[in-house]
């Protein structure tokens, strides 16, 4: 992401993901050069007893491939986003593909995350612009989380009508609109940190289970085995207990560090947000990110506040797939809703955290 002057701002390509990208293209061009020089000679007698020809096709060969792959990641594929006021450009292959006012559109994201037996392998960043009736994708391939979370925040600001604070809430620098529109009223949200301490006694009561399904074994062994069969069970059981131990403490130590970083009580009002007994104005914040409503599978709600001075607070607001069940914080949706409301006036301060 790169800042040109106080309005333009281009979000760019993650320079890491560039260069992890050149160098896979010039693994590719290794490998293929290294085939050639093993398979070539066997595939005629020509290419047998002509080693330096062998030698000319392989390194050729992958010349070629390290030229296309550094072609696509440097040129083909380069993509950029440029915002100037409420001017939005979007370039690819260093040229423009679309122009758009973002005050004038609808602008919507979507994030596809791949995996591979359990384990992620890609991640594909979405950017869709909705403009009378029609609608435009455009795939923004090596965005950074961070990078695509700000530029979809910055533009869903620009399009979203700016409130009106009232007394000293509005930012300095920030013109006022002609529209009137009521504060923000402070509101304050529970949460159920007690679902988490049921959730320990739950695995507490499995723990006791288990290790009762253990002994019973042995005991069952001990009356009617010989003792070498008791010396096995013994062993075995004494592992199987330490492992049912071993997997049940850490889902223990998991469940209290949640625990630990979810509030009693957060709070919103129109001049900065309160987490338990800690309040943190909005002037004196960076950024404040958030993980969207109903957001993933199973996603710990995060809230990450970061001051100006660099200070980091970050909480868990509950699972998002908890609500039927227990719910650590039901209202997750509508404390989204107001604190968007009433970060408003400082355009950029809210980011969604779209991962």
């Keep these: 992401m790169d800042v040109r002057g106080a309005t333009a ?20 061009a290794g490998l293929v050069t290294l085939a050639g020089l093993a398979f070539l000679p066997g595939w005629s007698i020509p290419l047998r007893t002509n080693r330096p020809l062998v030698a000319s096709i392989s390194f050729s060969a992958g010349g070629l491939v390290l030229l296309l792959s550094w072609l696509s990641v440097f ?26 006012d973002a005050r004038a ?7 596809l995350k791949r995996t591979t037996n359990g384990v992620p392998s890609s991640t594909t960043r979405t950017l869709i612009v909705e403009a009378g009736g029609l609608e435009q994708r455009f ?13 979809i925040s910055q533009l869903q600001a620009l399009a979203a009508p700016q409130p009106v604070p009232v007394g000293n809430g509005l930012p300095a620098g920030t013109q ?8 923000v009223q402070s509101q304050g949200f529970q949460l159920n940190r007690e679902a988490l301490s049921l959730r320990s006694r739950r695995l507490l009561i499995v723990i006791g289970i288990l290790i009762a399904a253990v002994l019973g074994y042995v005991a069952f062994l001990q009356f009617s085995s010989g003792p070498e069969d008791v010396f096995i069970g013994l062993v075995l059981a004494g592992s199987l207990a330490g492992m049912v131990l071993f997997f049940c403490f850490i889902a ?19 001049g900065g947000i309160y987490l338990d007994q800690e309040y943190f104005p909005f002037a004196g914040l960076r950024r404040i990110q958030a993980t969207p409503p109903d957001y993933g599978i199973s996603q710990h709600n995060r809230l990450e506040l ?23 914080f039901s209202e997750y949706p509508q404390f989204i809703a107001l604190l968007q409301r009433a970060a408003a006036p400082w355009p950029g301060l809210l980011v969604m955290d779209l991962q």
């Design 105 to 111: 559109v609808k602008v919507r994201s979507h994030v």
């Design 252 to 270: 223990l130590a998991a469940v209290a560090r949640v625990k630990s970083r979810t509030p009693d009580r957060v709070g919103v009002d129109h």
């Design 176 to 183: 006022r609109s002609g529209q009137n529109q009521a504060p």
């Design 75 to 100: 040129w083909w594929n380069r993509f950029s986003v440029l915002v100037d006021s409420s001017r939005v450009t979007v370039s690819k292959a260093f040229r423009t593909v679309a122009e758009f």
């Design 9 to 28: 701002t281009e979000y760019r390509q993650s320079a890491g993901a560039l260069v992890a990208a050149a160098v896979g293209g010039l693994v590719i």
């Design 139 to 151: 795939t923004c391939p090596r965005f950074s989380r961070e990078t695509f979370s700000a530029m």
């Design 306 to 328: 970061l001051a100006a001075d660099g200070r980091k607070r970050s909480v868990l607001l509950g699972l998002n797939s908890d609500r039927g069940k227990r719910p650590v």
